[in-house]
C-alpha cells in the first residue's frame, strides 16, 4: 500500500474521529425554538398577546445528565400556559428521578402527555443496517418504571391523554385535546378516541408519540387544529442544514422535524432532548424544545 493510500486513509479516520467527537458535543447544544401559530376565535385570548404552549420530547433520561436538567428545567423561566410532553422520558431503569428533576418546574402548570416505548422499555443496541433501511426492530422488552414517573406527574395536576379525550379551560383558553398510545409498535387505538372535538373548544390538539401518518390523517378527518408528536429526534444523524436522512417513522423526511401542515391541520414534531444511550451523538440536528406562540385568528 503506497503512502498516498496510508495517507487517504489516515485523514479519513481522523475526519470520522472528529465528526463523532463534534456529535458527541452536540447532545448539550440545547436550543429553543419558537413558531407562531394563530389558531383562536378573535377575542379568545381577552386582551392578552398569545397563548403559550411550551412542546418537549424525548428527553430520554439517564442518571448524571446535569446540563440537561438544569435546562429543560429552566423552560420554566418562559412561564407557558401548557406544557405537552409527548414521551420518551426514560432510557435507563433509574432514571425516573432525575426525569422529574427535570420537569419538576414544569409540573406546577397545566400539563398532559403521552407515553412512547422507549418509557416502557430500556433501549436496545441499534442495528445500523435496520435503521438506515426502515426497518422496525422489536423492543427489549426489559420493563422500564414508566408508571412510577406517570403517577408523579399525574399526582402533580397532569393529565395523561393515553387514549383518552379530555377538556379542560387554562386562563381564558377551551382546550379538547385527545391522544393515542404509541404508534411506532401499533400500539395506538384511535377508535377509542374517534370523533370530532367539541365545537366550543378554543383549541384542539392531537397528542402521538410518533408522527405516523396513518393517525396523523385520523386526527386532521376528525378536524383538530394542531397535532403534536416527536419520536423521529429530528433525524439525529442528518446531512448539513438538518435534513433528515431517515425519520424512524411513516412521517417523510421533509417533516421530520418544525412545524408543517397535515391535511389542513397543523403538524409539530420535536427533534427532541435526548438520544438513546446507545447513540449518543446528533449531527447538524442539535436537541431543542419548541415554544409554540398561539394568537388569534384574523378572522374577517
Known amino acids: 500500500m503506497n503512502k498516498v ?11 470520522g474521529v472528529g465528526l463523532a467527537a463534534w456529535g458527541y458535543n452536540q447532545l448539550n447544544n440545547f436550543q429553543l425554538k419558537q413558531h407562531e401559530l394563530p389558531l383562536l376565535p378573535p377575542g379568545t385570548l381577552r386582551g392578552k398577546q398569545e397563548f403559550r404552549l411550551l412542546h418537549v420530547s424525548d428527553l430520554h433520561m439517564i442518571p448524571g445528565q446535569e446540563e440537561k436538567i438544569a435546562w429543560v428545567s429552566a423552560l420554566d423561566s418562559l412561564s407557558p400556559d401548557l406544557v405537552v410532553n409527548t414521551g420518551d422520558n426514560l432510557s435507563d431503569k433509574r432514571a425516573v428521578p432525575d426525569a422529574l428533576r427535570a420537569l419538576g418546574p414544569l409540573l ?8 412512547g416505548t422507549n418509557d ?7 442495528n445500523l443496517a435496520k435503521y438506515l433501511f426502515k426497518r422496525k426492530r422489536a423492543p427489549s422488552y426489559v420493563e422500564l418504571p414508566w408508571k412510577d414517573l406517570r ?9 395523561d391523554a393515553t387514549h383518552k379525550r379530555l377538556e379542560f379551560q387554562v386562563g381564558p383558553v377551551r382546550i379538547a385535546a385527545a391522544g393515542v ?11 377509542l378516541i374517534a370523533g370530532a372535538p367539541n365545537e366550543d373548544a378554543d383549541l384542539t390538539i392531537g397528542l402521538l408519540h410518533a408522527p405516523e401518518p396513518r393517525v396523523l390523517d385520523r386526527f386532521a378527518a376528525d378536524g383538530y387544529q394542531l397535532a403534536l408528536a416527536g419520536h423521529t429526534h429530528g433525524g439525529q444523524l ?24 397535515h391535511k389542513g391541520m397543523k ?14 451523538a446528533r449531527l ?15 378572522d374577517a
Open 108 to 115: 406546577n402548570r397545566p400539563g398532559m402527555m403521552v407515553f
Open 181 to 191: 398510545d404509541d404508534p411506532h409498535h401499533d400500539f395506538d387505538d384511535y377508535d
Open 151 to 159: 403517577a408523579a406527574c399525574v399526582e402533580r395536576g397532569w393529565y
Open 267 to 280: 403538524l409539530h414534531v420535536s427533534n427532541g432532548l435526548g438520544t438513546s444511550k446507545f447513540a449518543p
Open 238 to 261: 442528518c446531512l448539513p442544514g438538518g435534513k433528515a436522512i431517515v425519520t424512524n417513522s411513516g412521517i417523510d423526511r421533509g417533516r421530520a422535524q418544525g412545524l408543517h401542515e
Open 5 to 15: 493510500v496510508l495517507s487517504s486513509l489516515g485523514a479519513g479516520a481522523a475526519a
Open 120 to 126: 416502557y422499555w430500556e433501549p436496545r443496541m441499534p
Open 284 to 298: 447538524w440536528c442539535p436537541p431543542s424544545a419548541t415554544l409554540l406562540r398561539i394568537t388569534e385568528r384574523a
